[in-house]
């Protein structure tokens, strides 16, 4: 089982918001690390063939997904940013009605919807509508249809936006419970949803991986960017218009900085391990993003 693209490009007139692109999946958890508008939302369209690239094949086990057709889309599950619903339905209601629209036979259905209700943890609530699920609720049913068909690939964007801690945390382990022998595809802008899950990272930027591997590789390879420094207030001040600051700790009188730059930024500064927080805020300081933001999406 692999999914692959070979030089996959889609181009808006003269954008180009995904360039070029190599990508080969084998069953895992993959994390899409990026911030707003770096092509992660298109990227996941084209794999789930929504949108047609403008150049480029994408193939599942050497065959091309949109000749695939009805083929393709029966082994895909897809959760996108904006999940639409219908209030006035129940969750059971919900999934049933979305299993007949993947050609499910009733009984498997019926079947089906509560294995994943239960799963999901919201086998109590199968009978309320989900108008008045909060949105951590909304959320986990959206991943229980996109786990209708028991896909071999599941795509999630932006799985955890808008979700607090505790509910991000549960998200989390419910994508990995998933994710035995199946190819699984998460985007997101937070940092930890693809710290701790992924077996491989990549970090997307204008279109393009800049960085490629798991956590390990990708930290080794951006080793001794990382520094921390105690300094007065007043030089704090001064640092923080100069570098990317990552945190600022005061300690009596003085401040300690930790700062993620390629060069020392003062004589005392010492370096220190890099984190995948780190590393992100070394290429996305700059775009307004946070790494722990709420409801942003790309």
Same mark, same amino acid.
């Given at each position: 089982?692999?999914?692959?693209?070979?030089?996959?490009?889609?181009?808006?007139?003269?954008?180009?918001?995904?360039?070029?692109?190599?990508?080969?999946?084998?069953?895992?958890?993959?994390?899409?690390?990026?911030?707003?508008?770096?092509?992660?939302?298109?990227?996941?369209?084209?794999?789930?063939d !929504?949108?047609?690239?403008?150049?480029?094949? !994408?193939?599942?086990?050497?065959?091309?997904?949109?000749?695939?057709?009805?083929?393709?889309?029966?082994?895909?599950?897809?959760?996108?940013?904006?999940?639409? =619903?219908?209030p006035?339905?129940?969750?059971?209601?919900?999934?049933?009605?979305?299993?007949?629209?993947?050609?499910?036979?009733r009984?498997?259905?019926?079947?089906?919807?509560?294995?994943?209700?239960?799963?999901?943890?919201?086998?109590?609530?199968?009978?309320?509508?989900?108008?008045?699920?909060?949105?951590?609720?909304?959320?986990?049913?959206?991943?229980?249809?996109?786990?209708?068909?028991?896909?071999?690939?599941?795509?999630?964007?932006?799985?955890?936006?808008?979700?607090?801690?505790?509910e991000?945390?549960?998200?989390?382990?419910?994508?990995s419970?998933?994710?035995?022998?199946?190819?699984?595809?998460?985007?997101?802008?937070?940092?930890?949803?693809v710290?701790? !899950?992924?077996?491989?990272?990549?970090?997307?930027?204008?279109?393009?991986?800049?960085?490629?591997?798991?956590?390990?590789?990708?930290?080794?390879?951006?080793?001794g960017?990382?520094?921390?420094?105690?300094?007065?207030?007043?030089?704090?001040?001064?640092?923080e218009?100069?570098?990317?600051i990552?945190?600022?700790?005061?300690?009596?009188?003085?401040?300690?900085?930790?700062?993620?730059?390629?060069?020392?930024?003062?004589?005392?500064?010492?370096?220190?391990?890099?984190?995948?927080?780190?590393?992100?805020?070394?290429?996305?300081?700059?775009?307004?993003?946070?790494? =722990?933001?709420?409801?942003?999406?790309?």
């Amino acid at each position: 089982m692999e999914l692959q693209l070979d030089q996959v490009t889609k181009q808006y007139g003269e954008k180009l918001a995904v360039d070029r692109l190599d990508m080969s999946l084998e069953p895992g958890v993959y994390g899409l690390l990026g911030a707003n508008g770096a092509g992660k939302t298109t990227l996941m369209r084209l794999i789930c063939d !929504i949108l047609n690239p403008t150049s480029g094949v !994408i193939s599942y086990c050497h065959q091309d997904i949109h000749q695939m057709g009805e083929q393709y889309r029966n082994i895909l599950g897809y959760l996108p940013q904006k999940f639409g =619903y219908y209030p006035e339905f129940t969750a059971l209601r919900f999934l049933l009605y979305m299993s007949a629209l993947k050609g499910l036979d009733r009984t498997a259905a019926a079947e089906r919807s509560i294995e994943l209700l239960k799963l999901t943890g919201l086998l109590q609530e199968k009978d309320k509508k989900i108008k008045t699920f909060s949105g951590g609720m909304q959320r986990r049913l959206g991943i229980a249809q996109a786990m209708l068909n028991d896909p071999y690939i599941l795509v999630l964007d932006e799985p955890t936006s808008g979700l607090d801690p505790k509910e991000r945390v549960r998200f989390r382990n419910l994508i990995s419970s998933f994710s035995k022998d199946k190819i699984v595809l998460l985007s997101t802008h937070i940092v930890a949803d693809v710290e701790y !899950i992924a077996d491989k990272i990549f970090i997307m930027k204008e279109g393009r991986f800049i960085k490629t591997g798991t956590l390990e590789e990708i930290i080794s390879e951006t080793e001794g960017i990382v520094w921390e420094c105690e300094v007065s207030p007043v030089m704090a001040a001064s640092m923080e218009e100069k570098y990317t600051i990552v945190n600022v700790k005061r300690k009596g009188d003085k401040t300690i900085l930790r700062i993620v730059s390629e060069e020392r930024p003062s004589k005392d500064a010492v370096k220190t391990e890099a984190t995948l927080e780190d590393i992100y805020l070394h290429y996305f300081s700059r775009e307004g993003e946070e790494p =722990y933001g709420t409801a942003v999406s790309f």
